[in-house]
Structures are given as C-alpha cells and as structure tokens.
C-alpha cells in the first residue's frame, strides 16, 4: 500500500516538473542579458510543496533546477573558469531553483489555502530573486553587469523581470488556491465556491481566469518597459510618446477587454443562479 502510494506521488510529481518545465518554455517577455517572465512556471513546483511536504518539494525543485540548467548550458560559454561556472550553476540555477520546493512552507501555518500558497509563492521567489542578485553582482560583474555599483545595478536589472514573474506566480496561486483543494489525494472543488449550479460555477472560474490572465499580461506589458537597451532599470520608459502610447493602449484596451467580460460573466453568473433558485423553489 505504501509502495503505490509513493509510487502515485512520483508520477505525479514527475509530471508537475514536466508541466512547469513546458511553461518556462513560453516566456510572456525576454530580458536582454538574461531573465525572464513566464506563464507561472514555477506553481507546480509550489503545488507539489504544498501537497506532499518540503521533502518532495525541494526533491521536485532539484529536478526542475537541472532541466533548467540544460537547458540554460548556452549561459555557460561565458565564462572561462571553472570556478565562475560553478558559482553560476549553484546560484542562478542550482539553489535558486531547488529554493522553489519550499512553496509549501506555510500549509500548517496559514491555514487558508490561497493565503497559504500565495506567501510560500513570495517566499520563492524572493530567494531566488537573493540568488540572482548575488550571481549578478559576484560572477556577472563585468559582462552584462558593469562593475561599478554592481550590487545596486544587480538589484535593479533581476527587478526588472522578477517583481512581474512574482505577480504572475501570485495571481495563479491565489486563484487555483480559491477554487481547488490541494489538500486531499485528488485536487477538488472547494465546497466554498460550490453553488450547486455547473454553469454558474463554470462562469465563476472563467471569470477569475480571465481576471488573472488580463493582470498578468498588463503587469508583463509594464515591466517590458522598464529596461532600456542597456538592460539597466528605466523608470522613463513609461513615459507617454509616440512609441510608448502604442504600448499604454495596449494595456488600456487588455484592461477594458476583460472588465467587460468579466462582467458580462458575472451578470449572467447572478441571472443562472436567480433562474435555478426560481426553479428549486417551484419544485418544492
């Protein structure tokens, strides 16, 4: 009995690996000298924390940090010895990464799922946000960062693109956190969110989706412009101008977009309901 059930945790961890893997592969937006923001890729890493304990986590989290080491090796040709390529493996990689298994930290603490997910989502990120800033101001300090103030430079450039993948992993967090429980063997629908209406339900999980996606992409389309060619953190990129209003209109029109929808959704989420009420109460 045992055995199956270690056995049921492996495959599934090997398979959230598999699934944050794949979203680290669809990057929302590429820093110039390295860094990016992804579709929440480091969750299934927090949701195994979560789930099965910081020991699976963290043994979760050192899987994903070597296929992200794989598949970051071209980061590698830039140095020459052999010490400034194990610091760059331990730092950016190896630690920062494994770091991700701690996501679960919280799960006896807070006792509130999403709370619960969304503090361990911070915690992560803001140790490997420490790794990068470190790798930053030690080992790439006279590459793609200039030695001088190399510490406050570090700080800035990983900003640039960590302070969005935050939000990102955050946003996901919370909303998977609001609608599922991660706590039982088979993730379920938390009886809180439960109407007794499918569509209705269904309306509601669209709508926090779509609520999330938009946040997401407005947050990436911001951060985007933070940086300038030099990849140094630039505040006077969001300054309105011919070329920034193009960018400002796009978050403007993503933002209207999905406040329609959204509430477009939850008119007719709080109609369904009303009917199905109506209905139960001429059934009785």
């Given at each position: 009995?045992?055995?199956?059930?270690?056995?049921?945790?492996?495959?599934?961890?090997?398979?959230?690996?598999?699934?944050?893997?794949?979203?680290?592969?669809?990057?929302?937006?590429?820093?110039?000298?390295?860094?990016?923001?992804?579709?929440?890729?480091?969750?299934?890493?927090?949701?195994?924390?979560?789930?099965?304990?910081?020991?699976?986590?963290?043994?979760?989290?050192?899987?994903?940090?070597?296929?992200?080491?794989?598949?970051?090796?071209?980061?590698?040709?830039?140095?020459?010895?052999?010490?400034?390529?194990?610091?760059?493996?331990?730092?950016?990689?190896?630690?920062?990464?494994?770091?991700?298994?701690?996501?679960?930290?919280?799960?006896?603490?807070?006792?509130?799922?999403?709370?619960?997910?969304?503090?361990?989502?911070v915690l992560v990120c803001?140790?490997?946000?420490?790794?990068?800033?470190?790798?930053?101001?030690?080992?790439?300090?006279?590459?793609?960062?200039?030695?001088?103030?190399?510490?406050?430079?570090?700080?800035?450039?990983?900003?640039?693109?960590?302070?969005?993948?935050?939000?990102?992993?955050?946003?996901?967090?919370?909303?998977?956190?609001?609608?599922?429980?991660?706590?039982?063997?088979?993730?379920?629908?938390?009886?809180?969110?439960?109407?007794?209406?499918?569509?209705?339900?269904?309306?509601?999980?669209?709508?926090?989706?779509?609520?999330?996606?938009?946040?997401?992409?407005?947050?990436?389309?911001?951060?985007?412009h933070l940086q300038n060619?030099?990849?140094?953190?630039?505040?006077?990129?969001?300054?309105?101008?011919?070329?920034?209003?193009?960018?400002?209109?796009?978050?403007?029109?993503?933002?209207?977009?999905?406040?329609?929808?959204?509430?477009?959704?939850?008119?007719?989420?709080?109609?369904?309901?009303?009917?199905?009420?109506?209905?139960?109460?001429?059934?009785?």
């Amino acid at each position: 009995m045992k055995s199956t059930i270690r056995t049921k945790k492996m495959v599934e961890c090997a398979l959230l690996v598999a699934i944050g893997t794949v979203l680290s592969l669809f990057s929302v937006v590429n820093m110039p000298y390295g860094g990016s923001i992804t579709v929440a890729s480091m969750l299934p890493v927090v949701l195994i924390s979560y789930r099965h304990g910081l020991s699976w986590g963290l043994g979760s989290g050192f899987v994903y940090a070597i296929v992200q080491q794989l598949l970051g090796l071209n980061n590698l040709t830039y140095f020459t010895t052999w010490q400034s390529v194990v610091a760059v493996i331990f730092l950016d990689y190896i630690i920062a990464f494994v770091a991700v298994g701690l996501g679960g930290v919280f799960r006896r603490t807070i006792t509130q799922q999403s709370l619960s997910l969304v503090c361990g989502s911070v915690l992560v990120c803001l140790i490997r946000y420490l790794c990068h800033v470190v790798s930053g101001a030690t080992v790439w300090a006279g590459l793609s960062i200039p030695t001088e103030a190399a510490l406050l430079y570090s700080f800035g450039y990983n900003a640039t693109y960590m302070i969005p993948e935050t939000v990102v992993l955050v946003l996901a967090a919370y909303y998977l956190g609001s609608v599922l429980d991660f706590r039982r063997e088979k993730p379920t629908r938390l009886a809180s969110v439960n109407s007794g209406c499918k569509a209705a339900d269904a309306l509601t999980a669209v709508a926090g989706l779509l609520t999330v996606s938009a946040l997401a992409t407005d947050v990436a389309l911001i951060f985007l412009h933070l940086q300038n060619a030099d990849g140094e953190f630039d505040m006077t990129g969001l300054a309105v101008s011919e070329f920034a209003g193009s960018f400002w209109m796009g978050v403007v029109i993503v933002t209207a977009v999905a406040s329609v929808a959204v509430a477009a959704l939850i008119v007719a989420r709080h109609i369904l309901l009303k009917n199905a009420d109506e209905q139960n109460r001429a059934e009785t």
